[in-house]
């Protein structure tokens, strides 16, 4: 068997993996990355596409954000249509901040260019990763390199393989809590080859259920329909995806909506978990390998960028002075700002979907929120104040 050495082992090739294993090379540390699918699979592979300005700033301090700069889609404000009618929700001129539009295959295309200028170690189509020893100073990896079978040993293992991936699964029965809750529906969402028809996202809350009218480029929309909970892809023509989208973002009984060819398409769970501590040893959990939210709030890739921020930065103190006090501190502090996290993805999931269980007085209590949301400037600059992370970056700087 051969054997590898390096300081931090990465599982995982996303954008937690990926930005990681930059980070630490940025303060000289070395990590090798192992990740299940191949380049082209993680690098087309469509999620999420609201970065908040923190985010795009940790990116820039990293150096790879020159094409998002120059690419990405600055917002300040977003629609909410409810009741046939549209208000708009001016979160920069509430908070000061604005978010951006730019894709996450977009991120982890910029973030392997990155590694491979820097000479880094990813090893893509690795199937077979197994942990070993994760509770002593030697963590390993065992696992197929190159058709060769091959231990990496490390100081640290990352544990950054994503909700169905192998780390979490590692550890013992008894060595975590796991909180969890699951939604009556999920989203069918769209990639499609046309313009938007929008200049900012449009939220639309409807008896036929929620929708969404996102962006990646001037040329590529982004669109998403509240489904039920196992909705088969086969019951979804192209046809009737668009005109279950005309009817939910029809604005005073008007529609509007550019169509155009469907690139992909794919239905999201919409599910809440959390596992406590984010930590086993000298085994470090981050983004969705520890926590995913539903997709309403679009937290999950920012949540994971300020795990692996704070990770790197907890690495750092260990490697320069032999310091716990980060790495000990990592998942509390992490844990804080998930939960936060939590929350508002649960608040804006149950303000914006019509749930099975809805009868004619939740449908009111709703609306009254959504009211409450768009004529008091205290209730929208709260809630803006959560959708563009400010409240996160406020929560950081409380504990430290
Ligand atoms: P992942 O992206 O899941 O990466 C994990 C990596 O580990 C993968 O490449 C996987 O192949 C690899 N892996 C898995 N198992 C193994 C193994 N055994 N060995 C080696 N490698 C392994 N978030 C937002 O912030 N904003 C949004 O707008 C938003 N929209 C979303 C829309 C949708 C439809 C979905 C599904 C998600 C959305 N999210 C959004 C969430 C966001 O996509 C995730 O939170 C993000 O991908 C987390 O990154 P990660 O690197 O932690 O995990
Ligand atoms: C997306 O573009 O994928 C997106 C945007 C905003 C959200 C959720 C998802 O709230």
């Known amino acids: 068997m051969r ?42 592979r469509v999620r999420a596409g609201l970065l908040e300005h923190g985010t795009v700033e940790v990116l820039r301090e990293a150096g790879v954000a020159d094409r998002l700069d120059r690419e990405g889609l600055v917002h300040e404000g977003f629609q909410l249509r409810f009741d046939g009618g549209q208000h708009r929700l001016p979160f920069t001129e509430l908070t000061g901040w604005t978010t951006c539009m730019y894709g996450q295959q977009e991120v982890v295309k910029d973030l392997i260019r990155a590694r491979e200028a820097a000479g880094g170690a990813v090893h893509f189509g690795i199937d077979d990763v197994a942990l070993f020893d994760v509770e002593s100073d030697a963590p390993r990896a065992r696992c197929t390199v190159q058709d060769e079978p091959a231990e990496i040993i490390g100081d640290f293992v990352a544990g950054c393989d994503g909700f169905h991936g192998v780390c979490r699964r590692s550890l013992p029965a008894g060595s975590f809590t796991a909180y969890e809750h699951a939604y009556p529906f999920a989203w069918l969402g ?12 449009i939220y639309a809350v409807h008896e036929r259920g929620f929708a969404l009218h996102s962006m990646r480029s001037p040329r590529i929309s982004r ?20 005109a279950e989208l005309r009817t ?11 169509e155009g060819p469907i690139l992909s398409r794919g239905v999201t769970a919409m599910r809440s978990f959390v596992m406590e501590p984010m930590q086993w040893g000298r085994l470090f959990l981050a983004g969705d390998a520890a926590h995913i939210v539903p997709p309403s709030a679009a ?31 990592y998942s509390r502090d992490s844990l804080a700002a998930v939960w936060q996290g939590q929350e508002f993805s649960a608040v804006m999931t149950s303000l914006l979907h019509r749930f099975p269980s809805d009868g004619a007085y939740e449908v009111r209590l709703r609306r009254a929120r959504l ?18 992370g400010l409240s996160r970056a406020r929560l950081v700087a409380g504990g430290e």
């Open 248 to 258: 939910r973002l029809a604005v005073d009984g008007r529609e509007g909506l550019n």
């Open 3 to 44: 054997t590898l050495r390096t300081q931090v082992v990465i599982v995982g090739a996303g954008p937690s993996g990926l930005l990681l294993s930059h980070l630490l090379s940025l303060r000289g540390i070395e990590s090798i990355v192992v990740e299940r699918r191949t380049r082209e699979y993680v690098e087309q």
């Open 371 to 388: 009211q409450e949301l768009v004529t008091s400037r205290a209730s929208a600059t709260a809630f803006a104040e959560n959708y563009v």
């Open 223 to 242: 669109l998403y329909l509240q489904v039920g909970p196992e909705e088969p892809l086969a019951d979804w023509p192209d046809a009737r995806i668009w």
């Open 299 to 329: 937290k999950g890739l920012n949540l994971a960028v300020a795990d692996v921020r704070r990770l790197a930065a907890a690495f750092a103190a260990w490697y320069a002075d032999g310091t716990m006090e980060l790495l000990n501190r």
């Open 190 to 201: 769209i990639l499609a080859e046309v313009p938007p028809s929008t200049e900012e996202l």
